[in-house]
């Protein structure tokens, strides 16, 4: 097989929870402009329709579909109904998440429920049911999770005080490679990715805070852009990924290999 064709997504349907900007509309860009049909979902339906408008006319075949993920009891309606517009998954990615800053002795119980919702809950009862009804019966799938290199280690001292969401990211990192193990067994690969700080909206606040301290220990002196997060995705949803699972890819510039 060509290296071109283990990159090649054409038929492939994938869903990209928090797909209408950031991060999962990067990836989403990524995988259908290789041939994957793509399902977008977000809260904001403004934002979402302008994401998906955004996506066709660079040629994709998108759907959108609205849902707050954080509830619990909102994860199967979506699934079903992602299962029966798409008629299977083959890639499912795991982006949607949320952020809180305060320090640990005064963060909100309402905040951290809201990121474990969100951040590990969702995650785990979205990829269960898509799971269970498409990519084990048919023993082929490839699920990557949107982690942080927040869930690899705590914060420089002076910066943020993240703590719900440092743990939940790293409970994400667990959860990928817990997965990958049971689940290898259905030609399913589990993995992640963990970024650093990219431009996006759930970055914006910290990056005007701290501005160049966040890059001062990065090896390649930058924050991540609109392309940085699409090659790695690819990688690890495509067939050049097949013999990939249960990792995690920091995509920082380097600055998880600084001790």
Known sequence: MSVKALFDLSGRKAIVTGGSRGLGLQIAEALGEMGAEVLISARKEGELEQARGHLHAMGIAAQALVVDLGRADAVPGFADEALARLGRVDILVNNAGATWGAPAEDHPLEAWQKLVNLNLTAVFLLTQRIGRLSMIPRRS????????????????????????????????????????????????????????????????????????????????????????????????????????????????GGASAVV
């Open 141 to 252: 799938g490839r699920i990557l999770n949107v982690a942080s290199i927040a869930g690899l280690a705590g914060n420089a001292p002076g910066t943020m005080k993240t703590l719900a969401y440092n743990t939940t990211k790293g409970g994400l990192v667990n959860f990928t490679r817990a997965l990958a193990a049971e689940w290898g067994e259905y030609g399913i690969t589990v993995n992640a990715l963990a970024p650093g700080f990219f431009h996006s909206r759930l970055a914006r606040a910290v990056i005007a805070e701290f501005g160049d301290r966040l890059t001062a220990n990065v090896p390649l002196r930058r924050i991540g852009g609109d392309e940085d997060l699409k090659g790695a995705a690819l990688l690890l949803c495509s067939d050049a990924g097949r013999h990939i699972t249960g990792q995690i890819l920091a995509v920082d």
